[in-house]
């Protein structure tokens, strides 16, 4: 192929077209405003992140005696998924009541339906927000 002129190369990342949009731009340049004027005033930055695990989750090597295939044998992506959701900050740490855990099936459409934008904002709202006022 390399011969009649085409080169091996990767596909073109649309992530960069779309970040620097005139309105994504301007999005991320007055969060970093905010940010920096939250950080002056000495407020309380609060943090969300969320983990994914299946469960049949595990590690591409294992330990062997050389004598047996003792690799697990489990399909990877096969059933159930669990999600967990926390919040926290630098300064306070893991909030103590505000942690979401939501075990699904194993059918897909179980987490579109439950785990969506939906249910998070209700568990921001109830059960970190609420939390938090003095």
Known sequence: MQDIGYSFSGRPNHYEEAREKRSVRKQRNKFIDTVCKYREAERTMYYTDEVWLNKSISTYHSYND??????LKVPSGKGARCIVAHIGSSKDGPVDVASSVFIGSKKSYDYRTKANSTSWLHWLEDSVLEPLQP
């Open 66 to 71: 050389g004598r047996t295939d003792a690799s």
